[in-house]
C-alpha cells in the first residue's frame, strides 16, 4: 500500500527527530549503567547505541542503492553476531552517536527532495525479498524511537535489579 504524501512527510519528521530522541533516553542512563545487560543475551545500553551507528550506517547506504541502482540487492546482515564479533563494548560510545547524528543529519535533505517516483522505487533485500523506498521509511522512520524504549527499560531493569 503506497503511502501519501502527507504520511511520507509525518514518518520523515519522525525520522528526523530521532536521534534527539535517543540522546534524551541516553542521557538518563548513569555510567555504571552503560555495560550492564539486563539479562546475558540482551544488549547493554552502550551496545544498543553502538548497534545504532552501524544500522543507520547500513541504512544511508540502503536508502541510496535504492535511489541510486537499477533493482538493487539489500544486503541483510546478523545484528547480533555484529554485535558480538565487533565487540561493542570495546567501540567509542560517543562516536557512534556522533555517527548516528551525523548519517541521520546527511540522510533528511535526501528524503525531502525525493519525488513521488523516487518513493516508488524498489530492490530485494537479501533476507526479507521486495524492498521499496517506502519500505525504507517505515522501517527507519521508528527504528530510533524502538531503540529509545529499550534504553528506557535497560534503565528501569537495572534500578529495579
Known amino acids: 500500500m503506497a503511502l501519501s504524501a502527507q504520511e511520507r512527510t509525518a514518518l520523515i519528521d519522525r525520522y528526523a527527530r530521532g536521534p534527539a530522541s535517543l540522546k534524551a533516553a541516553l542521557a ?45 540487492v539489500i544486503q541483510g546482515y546478523d545484528q547480533d553476531r555484529w554485535a558480538a564479533r565487533l565487540d561493542y563494548h570495546a567501540l567509542p560510545l560517543d562516536a557512534a552517536l556522533l555517527t548516528v547524528e551525523a548519517v541521520r543529519a546527511n540522510t533528511v535533505p535526501v528524503l525531502r ?10 530492490g530485494t533485500h537479501s533476507e526479507s525479498g521486495r524492498y521499496a523506498a ?26 529495579a535489579r
Open 28 to 72: 538518563k542512563i548513569p555510567p555504571d549503567a552503560l555495560k550492564w545487560r539486563p539479562e546475558p543475551k540482551r544488549w547493554s545500553a552502550h551496545e544498543i547505541i553502538v548497534h545504532c551507528a552501524d544500522s543507520e550506517s547500513n541504512a544511508h547506504m540502503r536508502l541510496r542503492y535504492l535511489l541510486a541502482e537499477d533493482k538493487p
Open 113 to 122: 527532495r525525493m519525488t513521488d517516483r523516487d518513493w516508488q522505487r524498489v
Open 134 to 159: 517506502e519500505d525504507w521509511l517505515m522501517i527507519y522512520a521508528e527504528h530510533l524511537e524502538k531503540h529509545s524504549g529499550q534504553l528506557e527499560r535497560n534503565l528501569a531493569a537495572w534500578k
